[in-house]
């Protein structure tokens, strides 16, 4: 029996979670995936070399003990028998599942031909690196930045997840920092605004309920639905979905009309207040009523509560961003923390991200010395209209003839589903996929190979939901023949002519060691021993109290949405995007989102599920049983109007497509809103077609963002 036959044997025995660990070790890590906590974990080690139980490291301040249930069983994901455990080519039609085994000498040498084939044919552009936030290790994760500056393929445009909410953020404060995340827990008033925490950032709660426990404080929360996060709240608002800014504004509103705004406070620290008061003047409670479904007393309430209570601390999530007004939202949301100059005391203030704190130097990393700012961008969540030969999309440039992808799953994740579906069945593209299953996107690649899990390699985080810079060594070892993302990127370079420039021929650590040395930071072998390094800033940088990042020092209630520098900012060739000259002058509500009509009386949106992690953990058993199947959440009242009952079958559509799926009545969303928690596989759904065939990839202004919570949809029973 061979090596791998062995190993394979020991790597299925039953997972350590579910039997007593005998002679257990203890090993310290971070979690890699796409949340904004990035929990500082213990791992628990046998003597045979595996992995037991995770839990979170009680001694890290953010992370105090806790950690979200998935990642908790983890060792169920890192021995599943069906990860993926040795390179394979495809052997028959693209989407047939016929593979034959190839070493990994033989699939690199063929994905460096195609891609050199691919040049030949149209340039350096033909090839497109594609990736996103699978691990948020920095060396696994972006390392594949470095062979795409090097060899002057497509640039890859970042659009999913952060643009609106970053931009909105920014257009404010002028830099993405924030109040302690840990001072919620000295808050009198935690405002959780349009993220589901229990869910998505299971420590937000941990030091909202501290505050609860510990000082009587209360817990707002701000949502389309009553998901896990609305059953904590003490005031618990449900509003019509893309309708945040119509609340903020009311909200400032009543502020000013009652004598809560604090004019001392915006007078040395905001540009415009007297402008901004102005224009709030009908912005009243009954105006936002009519624009968000909240009673006019709901509101009312809001802004009382929140307007005398000094310590409100406003955790601004991610969820309430993703709609075609999302930044427009985030930056209203803002603003209402300004005009009550709640950032002026321990515990208040309005966060988002500390993502500028860290100040790590990735430029050698990711060979930024060798930027071809001639080489055109490509929009991430455009996937499907660069596939299939859209002009605009391809920036009016050659098409994209082959892809190396890690760290994301597109044929799952990424909007207009049937144009990805459609672009990856191209008999005359070549798609090379490094994945850890077998992934949707994996069965329409030419070339697949296994990939390593974090607890298998060295890499370093950053949490921008917290502060910590956090190292997570390797802990065990990978299957004989699964590789790190830097190999894969590291061997090609080779194949490709490039191996000799900057960045490349350096080890994991070397390159962590590098990037601390270069960042003023302690030295790998520091981190081993302490773990994590805080980076939070001092209270008066913190809170703004040295003035906001803006030349003036001023927050920006006027703020300059084509011009001010910000994080998701496109190149300038590509210059803004979406509709921007209908952005507000000031916090409004604007209507850029999709409105329901007469023939889409419903809006969609596609939140998380708690046991999946956009498509990572829904190959687990334990995931998938716990979320049970694809389901559409419905009011009551719009279920009786259509003659359905609970479990029924019914079509959604819209102008993107149509698929079938079961309806889940329940009170939990409002009349004409409907909500469908994943993300499922698509081979789950009843047609094997997913939710994002509904989802626009569509621009949002003004720097791009895929708004994926803002969907006018069509319904009837199938």
Known sequence: MG???????????????????????????????????????????????????????????????????????????????????????????????QWQDVTWEAALDEIADAFVKAEQRHGSE????????????????DSIERLRHAKKYSGFFGTICTNMAWTGYVMGTGTLRGPDPREMAVSDCVVIWGTNAVATQVNVMTHAIKARKDRGAKIVVIDIYDNPTMKQADMALILKPGTDAALACAAMHVAFRDGYADREYMAKFADDPAGLEAHLKDKTPEWASAITGLSVEEIEAFARHVGQTKKTYFRLGYGFTRSRNGAVSMHA????????????????????SNSDIFQLNKAELMGTAMVDPEIRMLDQSQIGRVLTGDAEALRHRGPVDALIIQNTNPVNVAPEQRLVKQGFLRNDLFVAVHEQFMTETAELADIVLPATMFVEHDDIYRGGGQSHILLGPKLVDAPPLVRTNLFVIEELAKRLGVADRPGFGKTEREHIERMLYISGKPDFDTLIEDKWLDCQPAFDDAHYLNGFAHPDGKFRFKPDWENTPAPNKPPAKLGSLGPVKELPIYPDQVDLIETADAQHPFRLATSP???FLN?????????????????VMMNPADAMSLGLADGDVVQLGNVRGELRIHVKITDAVKPGVLVAEGLWPNKV????????????ADPAAPHGGAAFHDNKVWMRKA
Not at 126 to 141: D, E, I, K, S
Not at 338 to 349: D, I, R, S
């Open 609 to 611: 599920a708690r046991n």
């Open 333 to 352: 949301a803002l603003s209402l923390a300004t005009v009550l100059g709640a950032w002026q005391y321990e515990g208040g203030g309005a966060f988002h």
């Open 685 to 696: 759904h009843l047609d094997g077609e997913g939710i994002n065939v509904l989802t626009g």
């Open 3 to 97: 090596l791998l036959s062995l190993w394979r044997m020991a790597y299925n025995r039953p997972m350590n979670i579910q039997s007593p660990i005998r002679n257990r070790s203890l090993g310290h890590t971070a979690c890699p995936h796409d949340c904004p906590s990035t929990c500082a974990l213990d791992v628990d080690l046998t003597e045979d070399g595996r992995i037991g139980r995770m839990r979170g490291a009680t001694d890290n301040s953010y992370t105090a003990g806790v950690i979200c249930a998935k990642v908790a069983r983890y060792a169920e994901r890192l021995y599943h028998p069906d990860r993926l455990m040795k390179p394979v080519r495809r052997a028959g039609a693209k989407g047939a599942g």
């Open 615 to 631: 498509s990572t953990f829904a190959e687990t058993k334990t995931s998938r049983d716990k979320e049970g199947r694809p389901e």
């Open 126 to 141: 033909a090839v497109w690196p594609y990736f996103y936030a699978g691990t948020m290790g920095l060396v696994q994760r």
